[in-house]
């Protein structure tokens, strides 16, 4: 293989480089899958592809048994987790130092409250009562899971280093450790 051959293989496997740690980072934020699932899963519905008269796939929905509420109670259920599911919250700091528990008490402040907001409001949410706890437990998994990235700053700690990852990589792609000035960088 010549410099050149050679060189034009390096730039592909740095241009990949680059490519993977930035969709790292975009997988790493991107909240909408599973917000998008929870969703579903309250309206009792999976998504399925399909295929049209000319063959093209597309995305539908069917039915996989019944809503847990009305849309006024999935509208609220849906508010509760979006405020909690997504790539702002994780860039916060819990604290588990020091006998202090934040984690642990932000989670129990938050069940207490969505709690009492879907209970009060059962009837005129659709909730029957026999799926109020199914619906918090799902809630809370979710956010237990997802705000875990937070504690002593994990997620902070991790998304600097995916950051660093591609910083790196953009730099050796382009072969100079940083931006290319026109006329400079020739």
Same mark, same amino acid.
């Given at each position: 293989?010549?410099?050149?051959?050679?060189?034009? #293989?390096?730039?592909?496997?740095? @241009?990949?480089?680059?490519?993977?740690?930035?969709?790292?980072? %975009? =997988?790493?934020?991107?909240?909408?899958?599973?917000?998008?699932?929870?969703?579903?899963?309250?309206?009792?519905?999976?998504?399925?592809?399909?295929?049209?008269? @000319?063959?093209?796939?597309? =995305? @539908?929905?069917?039915? *996989?048994?019944?809503?847990?509420?009305?849309?006024?109670?999935?509208?609220?259920?849906?508010?509760? #987790?979006? #405020?909690?599911?997504?790539?702002?919250?994780?860039?916060?700091?819990?604290?588990?130092?020091?006998?202090? @528990?934040?984690?642990?008490?932000?989670?129990?402040?938050?069940?207490? *409250?969505?709690?009492?907001?879907?209970?009060?409001?059962?009837?005129?949410?659709?909730?029957?009562?026999?799926?109020?706890?199914? =619906?918090?437990?799902?809630?809370?998994?979710?956010?237990?899971?997802?705000?875990?990235?937070?504690?002593?700053?994990?997620?902070?700690?991790?998304?600097?280093?995916?950051?660093?990852?591609?910083?790196?990589?953009?730099? %050796?792609?382009?072969?100079?450790?940083?931006?290319?000035?026109?006329? =400079?960088?020739?």
């Amino acid at each position: 293989m010549n410099t050149e051959e050679n060189a034009e #293989v390096i730039r592909i496997q740095n @241009d990949a480089r680059a490519f993977n740690a930035a969709n790292s980072l %975009q =997988i790493r934020l991107n909240t909408d899958p599973i917000v998008k699932r929870f969703e579903l899963d309250l309206r009792g519905l999976v998504e399925v592809v399909k295929i049209n008269e @000319d063959g093209e796939e597309y =995305i @539908d929905y069917d039915s *996989a048994g019944n809503s847990l509420a009305n849309e006024i109670g999935i509208q609220l259920i849906m508010g509760h #987790v979006n #405020v909690l599911i997504n790539h702002q919250v994780v860039q916060g700091r819990l604290d588990q130092k020091n006998g202090h @528990d934040e984690y642990g008490e932000f989670l129990c402040r938050t069940r207490k *409250a969505i709690a009492k907001d879907l209970m009060t409001n059962l009837n005129e949410l659709g909730i029957r009562e026999n799926n109020f706890s199914g =619906i918090m437990a799902k809630i809370m998994r979710l956010a237990e899971l997802f705000v875990s990235r937070t504690i002593d700053g994990n997620e902070s700690t991790n998304m600097s280093e995916t950051i660093r990852t591609v910083e790196n990589t953009n730099s %050796q792609v382009r072969g100079t450790g940083g931006m290319k000035i026109p006329f =400079i960088n020739n």
